[in-house]
């Protein structure tokens, strides 16, 4: 029997937040600036090199609206100010500024990457945990080369061959105004190259572009926030209903216009915002003419009721790949979309995994994958559409040279497979025979996270943000229509911002980064614009921060059950989602690990077990380390148990460990007792609860250290511990909205 063709298709989501206020026309963070000198063009200019490789660029209209206001040349971005202004003028609170946000990129590869950036960085994780400890150190050439140094990180790799800046690298150090100046023109010469290199590829069928909604909301949720029981039964809801699906096809209608205006044709395709969907929405894009959909397998499963199975090794079993890859038709009260969903598992190879690997071997790796997660589908003579789908530009801050090697390996292995099809996912869908689309008659609602939305709406954080943004609404339409038009239009603008995903994405326990007050604080101004435009006066509690930043930057509890797969790697984003987490006050520590050599801790339980992870800021010192893990068991007040397992690493490997309760022998590497730990690019730790006498109602307070001989060399947490319920996991999710 002839095989069948695999048609594989690659989506890369191109999207940032809004990140300017109106009201004052400031951008707040840089980044879509930064991402635009680092990934948008370079992505879709690799693909001149590969003719024969064609997929699919789904781009935010509002992340294209902000290029287009930086391209205008009238942007106000203080980020951009001050790196442009002379050193010599630059005042005490611009020093504390650069210090505070011109390291914040990826300490390896990209400050790494150049020495002199590298020793500037150095010498402010040197001043202590406040950046602004270091102006005291910093000279005006300090300064200045931090100017230049801080934006050539982020250049793309095309421009790193350009013959001026190639000659600015090579300097070092050192630079002069001139330097500086050519530094921020040439930033113009890039951003103004971004949008037509995506116009051009499409018009000769290289690409296909999609769209997402305009300023990037979770359309199920703005549908109807009671959706989100519908996928987590008994989830905690806002207490204002938020019910505006006039909003979703607002926001469709917007991003299909835009499309068309920027790139010249009409999309006819849609990722939905974090692959969000449910009946209501579909039907809206449908009614829009949007004529294909994706999201993630977690919602397909859930929508036909089946499980998807995998082995040991991660690839679905003969049915489940014969359900997973196909092109599907949803057709539900006389409206019909076709749809796609992603193989989650290797959607998230290149972003989680690939990073530490070199290139030449990620490239196998993926393309070995492919063909083997399509092999049931196609050995039975059927064709396989196989969907890959992810993040297009955060990932590569992770590798060397901006991923571009692995991307070329990659792709040239790619083309040289006759059984592989490269394709777009209009192409895909054409190709299909009528016969196998696979059909869909409703959706369970759903995300690509857990095929729900307990991201953004759940917790008190997001409920109350919820609440916030109901009101606002509210408040809009009692007073829209006694204000000019300018006004209303204004106010309107505001509230579809603010309804964009990523102000939830941070609020609640999931996720935290540098910038969570940065967020907080623009989402809040966004509702309060809206008021200020209607002629209002913004609520007292606008002026008050959502989220818990202080509390939350430095510890996360525990969620949900977790089932990490032990084997020292971070081989998905899911396996450690829902575990306690506590991480560094130090912004990750030094680059080579001088001060601070710890990152972060998590820990987490299932039903019958303990796990714990470490994570490092960077490579280990010379010679044998010992990393211990301290479990001290409670029931109520009182101790029952005290724990301490030590595991000697070496700067590649685990030699031996021994668990110990109060000096007596549990367990080791020549007997684990069902004990299992495993070191590489995490330490990873899973010990069975009985083994440490553990109950329900018991709690676990852990505390890792890293010793060199009898030298305490780092720990964390610095003083305390964090603390683990043993409890059922629904009970776990209640603590911790509690806590928030």
Do not use: C
């Given at each position: 029997m002839a095989q069948g063709k695999l048609r594989l298709l690659l989506l890369w989501h191109m999207h940032q937040p809004f990140y300017k206020d109106l009201v004052s026309g400031e951008y707040r963070l840089p980044w879509v600036r930064l991402h635009a000198l680092k990934d948008y063009y370079g992505m879709v200019k690799l693909l001149d090199e590969f003719p024969q490789i064609h997929q699919n660029f789904n781009i935010v209209p509002s992340l294209v609206a902000q290029i287009e206001d930086y391209n205008s040349g009238v942007f106000k971005d203080p980020f951009w100010d001050i790196v442009a202004k002379p050193a010599s003028e630059l005042t005490l609170d611009d020093r504390n500024f650069a210090l505070t946000y011109l390291f914040q990129a990826n300490r390896e590869r990209m400050i790494g990457r150049y020495p002199r950036y590298r020793s500037l960085y150095e010498q402010v994780l040197a001043a202590g945990p406040e950046p602004a400890n270091a102006a005291i150190t910093f000279s005006e050439r300090d300064y200045r080369d931090l100017q230049v140094l801080s934006q050539i990180a982020w250049f793309d790799e095309y421009y790193l061959s350009d013959p001026a800046i190639k000659e600015l690298i090579r300097k070092g150090q050192d630079y002069s105004e001139e330097d500086q100046r050519f530094v921020m023109s040439k930033q113009h010469e890039i951003l103004k190259g971004v949008l037509p290199a995506y116009r051009e590829a499409a018009s000769r069928g290289s690409i296909e572009l999609s769209a997402t909604p305009y300023y990037h909301p979770i359309l199920p949720l703005l549908c109807d926030t009671n959706t989100g029981r519908e996928s987590s039964p008994g989830l905690p809801l806002p207490a204002e209903h938020f019910r505006r699906p006039e909003d979703a096809e607002e926001q469709i209608r917007r991003a299909l216009e835009a499309h068309q205006r920027v790139f010249g044709m009409r999309p006819v395709g849609m990722w939905p915002s974090e692959g969000s969907l449910s009946d209501e929405a579909v039907g809206i894009a449908a009614q829009l003419g949007v004529q294909w959909m994706a999201s993630d397998e977690g919602v397909l499963g859930r929508s036909i009721g089946h499980e998807m199975q995998r082995d040991r090794d991660g690839y679905l079993n003969a049915d489940s790949a014969e359900k997973l890859y196909k092109v599907y038709r949803w057709d539900h009260e006389g409206q019909s979309m076709n749809m796609v969903f992603r193989d989650h598992r290797i959607s998230d190879l290149p972003a989680f995994v690939y990073a530490g690997m070199p290139a030449s071997e990620a490239a196998a790796h993926?393309?070995?994958?492919?063909?083997?997660?399509?092999?049931?589908?196609?050995?039975?003579?059927?064709?396989?559409?196989?969907?890959?789908?992810?993040?297009?530009?955060?990932?590569?801050?992770?590798?060397?040279?901006?991923?571009?090697?692995?991307?070329?390996?990659?792709?040239?292995?790619?083309?040289?497979?006759?059984?592989?099809?490269?394709?777009?996912?209009?192409?895909?869908?054409?190709?299909?025979?009528?016969?196998?689309?696979?059909?869909?008659?409703?959706?369970?609602?759903?995300?690509?996270?857990?095929?729900?939305?307990?991201?953004?709406?759940?917790?008190?954080?997001?409920?109350?943000?919820?609440?916030?943004?109901?009101?606002?609404?509210?408040?809009?339409?009692?007073?829209?229509?006694?204000?000019?038009?300018?006004?209303?239009?204004?106010?309107?603008?505001?509230?579809?911002?603010?309804?964009?995903?990523?102000?939830?994405?941070?609020?609640?326990?999931?996720?935290?980064?540098?910038?969570?007050?940065?967020?907080?604080?623009?989402?809040?101004?966004?509702?309060?614009?809206?008021?200020?435009?209607?002629?209002?006066?913004p609520p007292d509690h606008l002026a008050r921060p959502i989220s818990a930043v202080l509390a939350r930057s430095l510890f996360v509890p525990q969620t949900a059950y977790v089932r990490p797969v032990i084997d020292g790697q971070v081989s998905s984003y899911f396996d450690w989602m829902g575990a306690a987490m506590y991480s560094s006050d130090r912004r990750g520590g030094s680059m080579h690990g001088k001060l601070f050599i710890l990152e972060s801790i998590q820990a987490g339980i299932d039903e019958k077990h303990l796990y714990a992870r470490l994570d490092f800021a960077g490579q280990l010192p010379e010679g044998d380390t010992m990393a211990t893990l301290h479990l001290a068991l409670r029931d109520g007040e009182k101790s029952i148990g005290s724990f301490r397992l030590d595991a000697i690493l070496a700067q590649d490997r685990l030699t031996v460990w021994d668990l110990r309760e109060d000096g007596k022998a549990l367990a080791s590497a020549n007997h684990p007792n069902s004990v299992e730990i495993a070191f590489g690019k995490i330490l990873a730790i899973k010990v069975p609860l009985a083994l440490l006498h553990a109950s329900e109602g018991n709690t676990f307070n852990l505390r890792f250290v890293l010793y060199r001989g009898r030298v305490p060399l780092d720990a964390l947490p610095q003083e305390g511990s964090l603390e683990i319920q043993v409890a059922p996991e629904d009970v776990l999710a209640e603590i911790a909205y509690e806590s928030q």
């Open positions: 993926l393309l070995n994958n492919i063909k083997r997660a399509a092999a049931p589908v196609l050995e039975s003579g059927r064709d396989a559409v196989l969907s890959i789908i992810m993040d297009g530009e955060n990932a590569w801050e992770g590798y060397e040279s901006n991923g571009r090697d692995f991307l070329r390996r990659f792709y040239d292995s790619l083309q040289r497979e006759p059984q592989i099809e490269p394709v777009t996912i209009s192409e895909a869908i054409a190709r299909q025979q009528p016969e196998n689309f696979g059909q869909l008659r409703g959706l369970v609602p759903g995300s690509w996270i857990n095929a729900n939305f307990n991201v953004w709406i759940g917790a008190p954080e997001d409920n109350k943000a919820w609440n916030y943004l109901g009101q606002a609404r509210e408040f809009y339409d009692e007073n829209a229509s006694r204000v000019k038009e300018a006004q209303r239009k204004l106010a309107y603008e505001e509230l579809l911002i603010a309804e964009g995903s990523d102000w939830n994405w941070w609020y609640g326990p999931e996720h935290h980064s540098a910038n969570d007050s940065d967020f907080d604080e623009l989402y809040r101004k966004h509702l309060s614009n809206v008021y200020t435009a209607l002629g209002g006066v």
